[in-house]
């Protein structure tokens, strides 16, 4: 029978107390709020992605659940008009510097609260099927999901924004 246990656990995510944000720290901070503030700013970089271009700036994921930033690539574009439209100087440089940082932040986060950040926020996938995915009950759901939206976003500093926000 331990042995079953064993063999059964060791499809899931194994969680180490270690790895994550302590209870006491999380409740510190207003978790539906950094949530709203991780879901726009999400929303942002996706935004960000069409209006440069995919060409030019690209977010991609590995198997290992890492981002990749890709920068300037030397595709120009062939038409004066395509030319014409691209943002000015400044603000493509400030999205592409938000894209970085994004990726930055999220590759801060420990393997566990990447994967489940990434299915949550990007895949957009139900709580469900994340919880017999990565085969855990929705405690450990939401504690992994707590401890990355909270690193995540004191990574870009949301806490600093946060008030001015949400008043």
Aim: aromatic share 16%.
């Amino acid at each position: 029978m331990g042995f079953l246990l064993f063999f059964y656990l060791e499809g899931g995510i194994k969680l180490k107390h270690n790895d994550y944000l302590k209870k006491y720290i999380v409740d510190q901070f207003d978790y539906l709020e950094y949530k709203k503030l991780v879901e726009i700013f999400i929303n942002l970089i996706e935004t960000l992605q069409i209006t440069i271009g995919d060409y030019e700036t690209g977010i991609s994921i590995t198997p290992n659940y890492e981002l990749n930033y890709s920068g300037y690539s030397n595709k120009l574009s062939n038409s004066k008009i395509e030319s014409f439209i691209i943002k000015d100087y400044n603000t493509e440089c400030k999205a592409k510097i938000c894209i970085k940082k994004f990726t930055i932040a999220f590759n801060r986060l420990n393997d566990n609260e990447k994967k489940i950040f990434y299915s949550t926020f990007i895949d957009k996938t139900k709580d469900e099927i994340i919880i017999s995915e990565f085969n855990l009950c929705s405690k450990d759901l939401n504690k992994i999901r707590k401890s990355a939206v909270i690193k995540f976003s004191l990574y870009l500093g949301f806490d600093k924004i946060i008030n001015q926000v949400f008043q």
